[in-house]
């Protein structure tokens, strides 16, 4: 029994040193994985993450996979900051992108400054729908949000998988694949030749309008009173319920944008792989971002330069591709652990007598 | 008696005892001696440090300094597996009972051998300890099916089938009805004649006066004296509880208004375990008047207080302020009506995360708002301006976790008063904080009553009480047994009525004042 | 359809229920110890898909140095993998007390990632599947008539039903480890006033359940299936943290939920292979929607373990 866990708050200005601390130290942990392929870690990690910003069409794809990252994190983000753990991010993103391709389907003809909106609106509010059960159960019956939203995410993974293998399979392939939508419903590129959309800029703006939320309105302090101290919230006479609530159903909407902004940007048709676990990853960015919004979209863009150093490196020296999840998912591990230096100071050693 | 008791090894000493917790010394140097086969009372008001002193026996804390004998042995108590094996057992207020499992489970937790558990035979060794010992229970049982006064049973069980000889009682006849009560003493009793010694933590002067042999009295973490209950008297007790006579506070004459500020009428109110914790509760507070609420800790004042700051809805009765009726359970219509609010516990009424402005105004947000904005620059200087008028020592941008007891009291003393309620409802409002915070606040609250402002003050602090009130009503099991004007009241007194000893004598029928 | 054809069809269908219901019923039991002991472990899925991977690569490694016994070095090096991340989580949610549900879902994260990556790192990136030769079945009644195919069963099978549920219910209610774990998932203050290290308790109950889901894993890849891919474990995890709570944290009843659960996949299974066109998603999504009905009927009378997701600390 080594180790104890003592309550010591630390000065404020360790707090955003953390997060790199934690990336160092993943870093190092991760460094046997690399050498078991007989890879120097440091060659690896230089391909990881200087590689990809050297070149301008890599650089670009950062941003792209970095897109759905910032609207998972945020969304992930939004819910924890009210005190409601939504771990349902990825069922919202597929409710969203199934919602996008059906509206999208009927857009043809469409203007695109309709038909675009329309599109994001349909991921935004199916987002909504997915997330509204498990969030009433919470609020009028005290049910743990965390088993319900996560059961969703298989859910709406089935209701894709029968969609796609029922009325939208592809009548001539036979794949499990949807019509494409409409091309006026389409996000236009941001830069020509790049795989870089709309979206991105939609993720950086609903960004922005959170960390206004959250940080400049009333019933942001109220959210965050909430999540920090319900019963101090309910004290000074804040409506917990409601405010948790809003936060659920807002972030499940942001997720359904997620799902929306993918299938709009990248894919243009519904399949099944939309999400490689976009919602899930969203929780390490939050983690990694310390719940802040503008963590969240450093942490996105960290989180994006992660996956194509992933494949900078496989390409470049053989490394498995899995690299980049593995250490994605240690930071999460590490992060989380030394987030506990902001309150608690851990000490070796057994406890005096 | 004495005499022979004395010439056999105690069965507990404590030495020098010294616990801190933070900046509060609960233990101060305290000793403390055992002898087999008596019970033995510590007395004293809540926070004396009587529980502390027993749970630092029971190895659940660790003393600071001081050493422990038992049984004439020097002993390191780490935690209670040690103590258990030294023959020591303690029945905690909060019972350490897992209600799933039935009786014989939570008897032989902790106290197995081997992988495997006899439930048959556990059940058999269960009953015939209950029927040795003479407590009836029925070890089939499930914990959460039995009432409170058979859980406490199969505690004194669970202790002495772990082979006991010393029993540590904290405050257990708080939680039973009178019968029980008896009940419980016949067993003691009982278990005394056979050998063993019982420590009985309480604050109730009749029940050491029945049940025990001797009498340790704590005041402020030391301790005052030890004598035998033979030799002593109810109010030489009160006395060494409470302390000596405080010096008669010069009150300027002060004239309370007429007018009815905060009327309760018939207010009743459950606790957290759903019990009666308040009962018909009738309290009037004039204009200009500080009303104190005395009583020992557990007998209702949390929960009053909370009908009041709206974060416990009332069981019955009502509350008027002004004479308008308000609707309980809703802090923001209590707010609106006119009701300032200090809280008991100050941490449960500001978010320790947020900051100290963002505290201030987290009541009142909407007043805060300018295009839809949350107006930060009114909120600095709001808080800017209250830091200066409170003479806080904290900015504005700080986390207010980071801030002293004291200091976060004034934040939460400025934000009420700067409202300029008409009515103050104000708990434990000193409660952990320095002589210099202490006054302060004290002197923040006449200040409030000379404006205009009725104050009802909740306070387990007796000197608090008396120094600050103008009438003072005794809260003794949820009633309220007397009604006092502040110069008929004096300690012993007020000490007696507190401990429901002089309940007989004096009280008065609920709502009859 | 005929009398005997149905017959038939309900033999088959019973029989490939009880191999469905294997790998569910192993994991299940494992979660259901550690939460009877406080801890929700979030990361069964991704210690069902390490178990399942770990298993498969020793085994074929067993097979490639020509050891004897290849599948039970494979069974040996996944029940190893599932202590390992058991202790980890035990890690971060005991001594740490780290949120449990992001614990939880890292460990889920981290086992996938590094089974897949030590995928590629074993077997490289060839397009064709490697597999071993898997757990063989067998009856241990012999030949019996019609019925027989009910009884011809993996090993593991059988160690399922007829050993690891009565073991898990006695162990849960009549042994000493399991009366610890009940109290420290309820009480821990009062288990460690009682002389119960909720420490080690919780630690054993988290490691030992993270065995039992690597074990429910490595039977798909060593038994059933005899390859290892990545959609091997499917989302099976998070049917079990379904049926965790549907079978009221029971290891009797867990096993009549994955049963039920196991006879669902299976019949749709069988439908699917007689060519009818069904919403076969509607059935696998079932376990899922069922348990949540079964939260939201019950609301607030679910009777969580009482320290169900509180880390302990003293004072």
Same mark, same amino acid.
């Given at each position: 029994?080594?180790?104890?866990?003592?309550?010591?708050?630390?000065?404020?200005?360790?707090?955003?040193?953390?997060?790199?601390?934690?990336?160092?130290?993943?870093?190092?942990?991760?460094?046997?994985?690399?050498?078991?392929?007989?890879?120097?870690?440091?060659?690896?990690?230089?391909?990881?993450?200087?590689?990809?910003?050297?070149?301008?069409?890599?650089?670009?794809?950062?941003?792209?996979?970095?897109?759905?990252?910032?609207?998972?994190?945020?969304?992930?983000?939004?819910?924890?900051?009210?005190?409601?753990?939504?771990?349902?991010?990825?069922?919202?993103?597929?409710?969203?992108?199934?919602?996008?391709?059906?509206?999208?389907?009927?857009?043809?003809?469409?203007?695109?400054?309709?038909?675009?909106?329309?599109?994001?609106?349909?991921?935004?509010?199916?987002?909504?729908?997915?997330?509204?059960?498990?969030?009433?159960?919470?609020?009028?019956?005290?049910?743990?949000?965390?088993?319900?939203?996560?059961?969703?995410?298989?859910?709406?993974?089935?209701?894709?998988?029968?969609?796609?293998?029922?009325?939208?399979?592809?009548?001539?392939?036979?794949?499990?694949?949807?019509?494409?939508?409409?091309?006026?419903?389409?996000?236009?590129?941001?830069?020509?030749?790049?795989?870089?959309?709309?979206?991105?800029?939609?993720?950086?703006?609903?960004?922005?309008?959170?960390?206004?939320?959250?940080?400049?309105?009333?019933?942001?302090?109220?959210?965050?009173?909430?999540?920090?101290?319900?019963?101090?919230?309910?004290?000074?006479?804040?409506?917990?319920?409601?405010?948790?609530?809003?936060?659920?159903?807002?972030?499940?909407?942001?997720?359904?944008?997620?799902?929306?902004?993918?299938?709009?940007?990248?894919?243009?048709?519904?399949?099944?792989?939309?999400?490689?676990?976009?919602?899930?990853?969203?929780?390490?960015?939050?983690?990694?971002?310390?719940?802040?919004?503008?963590?969240?979209?450093?942490?996105?863009?960290?989180?994006?330069?992660?996956?194509?150093?992933?494949?900078?490196?496989?390409?470049?020296?053989?490394?498995?591709?899995?690299?980049?999840?593995?250490?994605?998912?240690?930071?999460?591990?590490?992060?989380?652990?030394?987030?506990?230096?902001?309150?608690?100071?851990?000490?070796?050693?057994?406890?005096?007598? | 008696?004495?005499?022979?008791?004395?010439?056999?090894?105690?069965?507990?000493?404590?030495?020098?005892?010294?616990?801190?917790?933070?900046?509060?010394?609960?233990?101060?140097?305290?000793d403390f001696t055992l002898l087999p086969g008596e019970i033995h009372a510590l007395l004293g008001e809540n926070g004396a440090g009587k529980t502390t002193l027993?749970?630092?026996?029971?190895?659940?804390?660790?003393?600071?300094?001081?050493?422990?004998?038992?049984?004439?042995?020097?002993?390191?108590?780490?935690?209670?597996?040690?103590?258990?094996?030294?023959?020591?057992?303690?029945?905690t207020q909060h019972f350490a009972l897992v209600p799933p499992l039935t009786v014989a489970e939570n008897v032989i937790l902790g106290h197995t051998s081997g992988?495997?558990?006899?439930?048959?035979?556990?059940?058999?060794?269960?009953?015939?300890?209950?029927?040795?010992?003479?407590?009836?229970?029925?070890?089939?049982?499930?914990?959460?099916?039995?009432?409170?006064?058979?859980?406490?049973?199969?505690?004194?069980?669970?202790?002495?089938?772990?082979?006991?000889?010393?029993?540590?009682?904290?405050?257990?006849?708080?939680?039973?009805?009178?019968?029980?009560?008896?009940?419980?003493?016949?067993?003691?009793?009982?278990?005394?004649?056979?050998?063993?010694?019982?420590?009985?933590?309480?604050?109730?002067?009749?029940?050491?006066?029945?049940?025990?042999?001797?009498?340790?009295?704590?005041?402020?973490?030391?301790?005052?004296?030890?004598?035998?209950?033979?030799? *002593?008297?109810?109010?030489?007790?009160?006395?060494?509880?409470?302390? +000596? =006579? $405080? /010096?008669?506070?010069?009150?300027? &004459?002060? %004239?309370?208004?007429?007018?009815?500020?905060?009327?309760?009428?018939?207010?009743?109110?459950?606790?957290?375990?759903?019990?009666?914790?308040?009962?018909?509760?009738?309290?009037?507070?004039?204009?200009?008047?500080?009303?104190?609420?005395?009583?020992?800790?557990?007998?209702?004042?949390?929960?009053?207080?909370?009908?009041?700051?709206?974060?416990?809805?009332?069981?019955?009765?009502?509350?008027?302020?002004?004479?308008?009726?308000?609707?309980?359970?809703?802090?923001?219509?209590?707010?609106?009506?006119?009701?300032?609010?200090?809280?008991?516990?100050?941490?449960?009424?500001?978010?320790?995360?947020?900051?100290?402005?963002?505290?201030?105004?987290?009541?009142?947000?909407?007043?805060?708002?300018?295009?839809? *904005?949350?107006?930060?620059?009114?909120?600095?200087?709001?808080?800017? +301006? =209250? $830091? /200066?008028?409170?003479?806080?020592? &904290?900015? %504005?941008?700080?986390?207010?976790?980071?801030?002293?007891?004291?200091?976060?009291?004034?934040?939460?003393?400025?934000?009420?008063?700067?409202?300029?309620?008409?009515?103050?409802?104000?708990?434990?409002?000193?409660?952990?904080?320095?002589?210099?915070?202490?006054?302060?606040?004290?002197?923040?609250?006449?200040?409030?009553?000379?404006?205009?402002?009725?104050?009802?003050?909740?306070?387990?602090?007796?000197?608090?009480?008396?120094?600050?009130?103008?009438?003072?009503?005794?809260?003794?099991?949820?009633?309220?047994?007397?009604?006092?004007?502040?110069?008929?009241?004096?300690?012993?007194?007020?000490?007696?009525?507190?401990?429901?000893?002089?309940?007989?004598?004096?009280?008065?029928?609920?709502?009859?004042? | 359809?005929?009398?005997?054809?149905?017959?038939?069809?309900?033999?088959?269908?019973?029989?490939?229920?009880?191999?469905?219901?294997?790998?569910?019923?192993?994991?299940?039991?494992?979660?259901?110890?550690?939460?009877?002991?406080?801890?929700?472990?979030?990361?069964?899925?991704?210690?069902?898909?390490?178990?399942?991977?770990?298993?498969?690569?020793?085994?074929?490694?067993?097979?490639?140095?020509?050891?004897?016994?290849?599948?039970?070095?494979g069974l040996a090096a996944a029940v190893l993998a599932g202590v390992l991340m058991g202790l980890l989580m035990a890690f971060l949610t005991v001594t740490l007390?780290?949120?449990?549900?992001?614990?939880?879902?890292?460990?889920?994260?981290?086992?996938?990632?590094?089974?897949?990556?030590?995928?590629?790192?074993?077997?490289?990136?060839?397009?064709?599947?490697?597999?071993?030769?898997?757990?063989?079945?067998?009856?241990?009644?012999?030949?019996?008539?019609?019925?027989?195919?009910?009884?011809?069963?993996?090993?593991?099978?059988?160690?399922?039903?007829?050993?690891?549920?009565?073991?898990?219910?006695?162990?849960?209610?009549?042994?000493?480890?399991?009366?610890?774990?009940?109290?420290?998932?309820?009480?821990?203050?009062?288990?460690?006033?009682?002389?119960?290290?909720?420490?080690?308790?919780?630690?054993?109950?988290?490691?030992?359940?993270?065995?039992?889901?690597?074990?429910?894993?490595?039977?798909?890849?060593?038994?059933?299936?005899?390859?290892?891919?990545?959609?091997?474990?499917?989302?099976?995890?998070?049917?079990?943290?379904?049926?965790?709570?549907?079978?009221?944290?029971?290891?009797?009843?867990?096993?009549?939920?994955?049963?039920?659960?196991?006879?669902?996949?299976?019949?749709?299974?069988?439908?699917?292979?007689?060519?009818?066109?069904?919403?076969?998603?509607?059935?696998?999504?079932?376990?899922?929607?069922?348990?949540?009905?079964?939260?939201?009927?019950?609301?607030?009378?679910?009777?969580?373990?009482?320290?169900?997701?509180?880390?302990?600390?003293?004072?």
């Amino acid at each position: 029994m080594g180790i104890r866990v003592e309550r010591a708050p630390a000065p404020l200005w360790i707090r955003p040193l953390l997060p790199l601390l934690a990336v160092l130290l993943t870093f190092v942990i991760t460094a046997g994985l690399v050498m078991a392929v007989g890879v120097n870690p440091f060659t690896a990690y230089y391909y990881f993450i200087v590689e990809p910003l050297a070149g301008r069409v890599s650089a670009i794809e950062v941003l792209v996979k970095a897109t759905p990252l910032l609207l998972t994190g945020a969304a992930v983000t939004f819910a924890f900051v009210g005190g409601y753990w939504n771990i349902g991010a990825e069922g919202q993103l597929y409710a969203g992108a199934t919602a996008a391709t059906a509206v999208g389907l009927l857009m043809e003809g469409v203007p695109s400054w309709l038909a675009i909106p329309a599109v994001v609106l349909a991921g935004f509010v199916a987002g909504v729908l997915w997330a509204l059960p498990p969030a009433l159960m919470k609020v009028k019956l005290a049910i743990d949000e965390v088993v319900t939203t996560l059961l969703l995410n298989s859910v709406a993974l089935f209701g894709v998988s029968a969609l796609l293998n029922g009325p939208w399979r592809n009548p001539i392939s036979q794949w499990p694949q949807s019509p494409e939508i409409a091309a006026s419903a389409i996000f236009p590129r941001l830069i020509p030749r790049t795989r870089l959309h709309l979206g991105f800029l939609l993720a950086i703006a609903i960004i922005l309008v959170l960390w206004f939320v959250i940080n400049r309105t009333a019933f942001g302090l109220r959210m965050r009173a909430v999540g920090l101290g319900p019963r101090a919230a309910r004290f000074a006479g804040i409506r917990v319920e409601r405010t948790v609530l809003t936060a659920a159903l807002v972030s499940g909407g942001i997720a359904g944008v997620a799902g929306a902004s993918q299938l709009a940007g990248i894919h243009y048709s519904l399949i099944e792989a939309i999400s490689p676990g976009y919602g899930y990853t969203g929780i390490i960015v939050a983690t990694l971002g310390t719940l802040n919004m503008v963590g969240v979209a450093l942490a996105a863009l960290f989180i994006g330069l992660i996956d194509t150093g992933a494949q900078t490196v496989s390409r470049a020296l053989g490394v498995p591709v899995y690299l980049g999840d593995v250490i994605q998912a240690t930071l999460l591990l590490v992060t989380l652990s030394v987030l506990l230096f902001q309150f608690y100071r851990i000490r070796w050693g057994r406890r005096a007598g | 008696m004495d005499t022979s008791r004395s010439a056999s090894v105690p069965a507990v000493e404590m030495r020098g005892i010294v616990k801190r917790f933070q900046d509060v010394v609960a233990n101060d140097r305290v000793d403390f001696t055992l002898l087999p086969g008596e019970i033995h009372a510590l007395l004293g008001e809540n926070g004396a440090g009587k529980t502390t002193l027993m749970r630092i026996l029971y190895g659940l804390y660790h003393a600071d300094q001081g050493e422990i004998w038992v049984r004439g042995q020097p002993a390191t108590i780490r935690s209670p597996k040690d103590a258990i094996a030294r023959g020591i057992g303690m029945v905690t207020q909060h019972f350490a009972l897992v209600p799933p499992l039935t009786v014989a489970e939570n008897v032989i937790l902790g106290h197995t051998s081997g992988i495997r558990v006899d439930l048959a035979e556990a059940r058999r060794r269960v009953a015939a300890a209950a029927q040795r010992l003479r407590i009836p229970v029925d070890p089939g049982a499930r914990v959460r099916d039995l009432s409170v006064g058979e859980r406490q049973r199969v505690e004194i069980l669970k202790a002495l089938y772990r082979g006991a000889q010393v029993l540590i009682l904290d405050e257990p006849t708080a939680v039973l009805v009178p019968q029980e009560v008896e009940a419980l003493f016949a067993s003691l009793r009982r278990l005394r004649d056979s050998g063993l010694s019982v420590v009985f933590i309480s604050h109730k002067l009749h029940e050491v006066m029945a049940l025990c042999d001797r009498v340790t009295v704590l005041r402020q973490g030391r301790v005052v004296g030890t004598v035998s209950v033979a030799e *002593t008297d109810r109010n030489t007790l009160a006395r060494m509880m409470v302390g +000596r =006579l $405080i /010096q008669p506070v010069s009150r300027p &004459a002060h %004239p309370a208004g007429h007018r009815v500020l905060l009327r309760l009428d018939r207010l009743s109110a459950r606790d957290d375990r759903g019990l009666l914790a308040v009962k018909e509760v009738s309290l009037a507070v004039r204009a200009g008047e500080i009303l104190g609420l005395a009583g020992v800790s557990g007998n209702g004042q949390t929960e009053l207080a909370q009908v009041l700051d709206g974060t416990r809805p009332a069981e019955s009765g009502r509350v008027l302020v002004d004479g308008q009726e308000v609707p309980t359970g809703d802090p923001v219509a209590l707010m609106a009506a006119g009701i300032g609010r200090i809280p008991e516990d100050r941490h449960e009424s500001v978010v320790a995360e947020l900051t100290v402005a963002e505290n201030m105004v987290l009541e009142h947000l909407d007043e805060f708002v300018r295009n839809g *904005t949350l107006d930060r620059e009114a909120i600095h200087r709001h808080a800017a +301006r =209250l $830091i /200066q008028q409170y003479q806080i020592r &904290a900015r %504005p941008e700080d986390p207010i976790r980071t801030l002293s007891g004291g200091n976060m009291q004034k934040v939460i003393l400025a934000r009420v008063l700067e409202r300029a309620p008409k009515v103050l409802v104000v708990a434990q409002p000193t409660r952990g904080l320095d002589v210099g915070a202490t006054e302060y606040v004290r002197g923040k609250l006449v200040e409030q009553r000379e404006r205009g402002a009725a104050i009802l003050l909740i306070s387990e602090d007796l000197d608090e009480i008396l120094e600050l009130s103008d009438r003072i009503a005794v809260i003794y099991e949820g009633h309220i047994v007397a009604i006092l004007s502040g110069e008929e009241a004096d300690p012993e007194r007020l000490g007696l009525l507190m401990s429901g000893a002089a309940l007989r004598a004096e009280a008065r029928p609920p709502g009859g004042m | 359809m005929s009398g005997e054809l149905l017959l038939t069809f309900a033999v088959g269908l019973l029989a490939a229920t009880l191999r469905v219901a294997t790998p569910l019923l192993y994991a299940t039991i494992g979660e259901v110890l550690t939460e009877r002991a406080g801890i929700l472990n979030l990361g069964i899925e991704g210690i069902m898909f390490l178990g399942a991977f770990v298993g498969f690569a020793a085994a074929a490694q067993a097979v490639e140095a020509g050891l004897a016994g290849h599948l039970w070095v494979g069974l040996a090096a996944a029940v190893l993998a599932g202590v390992l991340m058991g202790l980890l989580m035990a890690f971060l949610t005991v001594t740490l007390g780290l949120n449990q549900h992001v614990s939880g879902l890292g460990i889920t994260l981290l086992a996938t990632a590094l089974s897949l990556y030590g995928f590629r790192l074993v077997f490289g990136e060839s397009s064709v599947l490697p597999s071993i030769e898997p757990f063989g079945q067998f009856s241990v009644f012999g030949d019996l008539p019609v019925l027989g195919p009910i009884f011809r069963q993996y090993g593991l099978t059988y160690l399922a039903f007829l050993v690891l549920v009565p073991l898990s219910w006695w162990v849960l209610y009549r042994s000493t480890f399991g009366l610890n774990i009940r109290a420290v998932g309820e009480n821990p203050e009062a288990a460690d006033a009682a002389g119960v290290s909720v420490f080690r308790v919780r630690y054993a109950a988290v490691i030992l359940g993270a065995a039992l889901m690597a074990v429910g894993g490595a039977f798909l890849s060593l038994a059933q299936l005899g390859a290892f891919s990545p959609g091997l474990i499917a989302g099976r995890g998070w049917v079990c943290i379904a049926l965790v709570i549907f079978a009221r944290w029971d290891p009797v009843r867990a096993m009549w939920g994955a049963l039920l659960f196991g006879g669902v996949f299976a019949l749709q299974l069988r439908l699917q292979t007689l060519g009818l066109e069904l919403p076969f998603e509607a059935f696998l999504a079932l376990p899922y929607l069922v348990t949540i009905g079964v939260l939201a009927l019950a609301g607030r009378q679910v009777e969580y373990p009482g320290a169900y997701l509180k880390p302990y600390r003293r004072e």
